[in-house]
């Protein structure tokens, strides 16, 4: 897990963990410490804006899940697991 890097999809900026993001219920948070849940309300955010320029990103907005970079390798080492995990028995 350790090669997953977390950053806007279309201009890099690295989130630097404090509380850009807000939710409608008005709880304003850091959107990567929970996944983009919401700690107030719980509701998921399925897409995530870029902050502002003026703090160096681009206002853009992207999948939230499109932020992780690294995630295939996660993912394709775990269906690797599984599969391998699957021995299946044949019985005469």
């Known amino acids: 897990m350790e090669n997953i890097h977390i950053r806007c999809p279309k201009c ?3 989130p ?3 509380a850009h993001w807000q939710c409608t219920c008005g709880t304003v948070w850091d959107t990567f410490s ?3 849940r919401c700690p107030g309300c719980g509701r998921v955010w399925e897409y995530t804006q870029c902050v502002d320029r003026v703090i160096g990103g ?3 907005i992207s999948l939230h ?3 992780y970079e690294g995630l295939d390798d ?3 080492k775990l269906k690797k697991e599984i599969s391998e995990s699957w021995h299946v028995s044949t019985h005469s």
């Open 12 to 14: 890099s900026w690295r």
């Open 16 to 18: 630097d963990g404090c």
């Open 58 to 60: 681009c206002s853009q």
């Open 34 to 36: 929970t996944g983009a």
């Open 74 to 76: 996660v993912v394709n």
């Open 65 to 67: 899940l499109d932020w």
